[in-house]
């Protein structure tokens, strides 16, 4: 494709419920990076995968946070039981592989959570 | 932890200005230093990346400077034009894998 996408672009959720975020990044695209970006914030390092499997997750905040990658393609960001903390933008970033310079962004999702 | 900080956090300038924006690092380990570009409701834009071998890099009306020792770096933009009202982030990468973003410089350009 011509660049990364996400969806949806936005989504609204009720406290409790689980959201699905997805990632398509660019074509053959080996690594793949999550980021979270609070209003008025820089975005903030999620986790990463290399292919299909996953070599860092540090950054999930809680284990309500979950993220995979199961074909080595399509990357899909989980969220269980959403907090109100949880609004954000979302970003997704590939790269061809993982020791290339620049990162590609998706245009993000914006999560918002009543 | 590597911890970015940009300066100011918003700037306001008449059109035709140049201006300055500032990035520290605290850590200067780092593999390279990358500059965005954010408009709202949209993702980032990368401008410019330098290298940490590298001190500065130059794109049109666009320049970034490296001082890696210092643990910090500039964008410098020349004759800004509304177009360039922005957010603008920079990026760390470390030698593991890991971006690090300060929160960014809210710029307005006024027609």
């Known amino acids: 494709g011509a660049g990364v996408s996400q969806s949806p672009r936005y989504k609204v959720a009720k406290r409790g419920q689980d959201v699905a975020l997805r990632c398509d990044p660019i074509?053959?695209?080996?690594?793949l990076f999550w980021y979270q970006q609070a209003l008025g914030q820089g975005p903030e390092f999620l986790t990463y995968?290399?292919?299909?499997?996953?070599?860092?997750k540090s950054g999930l905040p809680s284990d309500r946070f979950f993220a995979e990658r199961p074909e080595g393609s399509v990357s899909t960001l989980k969220i269980q039981r959403t907090q109100q903390e949880d609004s954000a933008v979302y970003l997704c970033?590939?790269?061809?592989?993982?020791?290339?310079?620049?990162?590609?962004f998706g245009p993000g999702t914006r999560l918002t959570v009543l | 932890k590597q911890e970015v900080t940009q300066i100011p956090a918003a700037l306001s300038v008449p059109e035709g200005e140049n201006l300055v924006l500032n990035c520290s690092f605290t850590?200067?380990?780092?593999?390279?230093l990358q500059w965005f570009r954010q408009d709202p409701g949209k993702g980032l834009t990368s401008l410019l990346l330098?290298?940490?071998?590298?001190r500065e890099q130059t794109s049109g009306r666009l320049n970034a400077s490296l001082d890696k020792s210092s643990g910090r770096s500039t964008l410098y933009i020349a004759a800004s034009q509304p177009g360039d009202s922005a957010t603008y982030l920079c990026?760390?990468?470390?030698?593991?894998?890991?971006?690090?973003f300060g929160t960014g410089t809210s710029l307005t350009v006024i027609p």
């Open positions: 970033a590939s790269l061809p592989r993982l020791n290339y310079n620049e990162q590609f």
């Open positions: 074509s053959g695209h080996v690594s």
């Open positions: 995968f290399q292919n299909e499997a996953q070599l860092d």
């Open positions: 850590d200067s380990a780092i593999y390279n």
């Open positions: 330098i290298q940490s071998s590298q």
């Open positions: 990026a760390v990468r470390n030698t593991g894998n890991q971006f690090y």
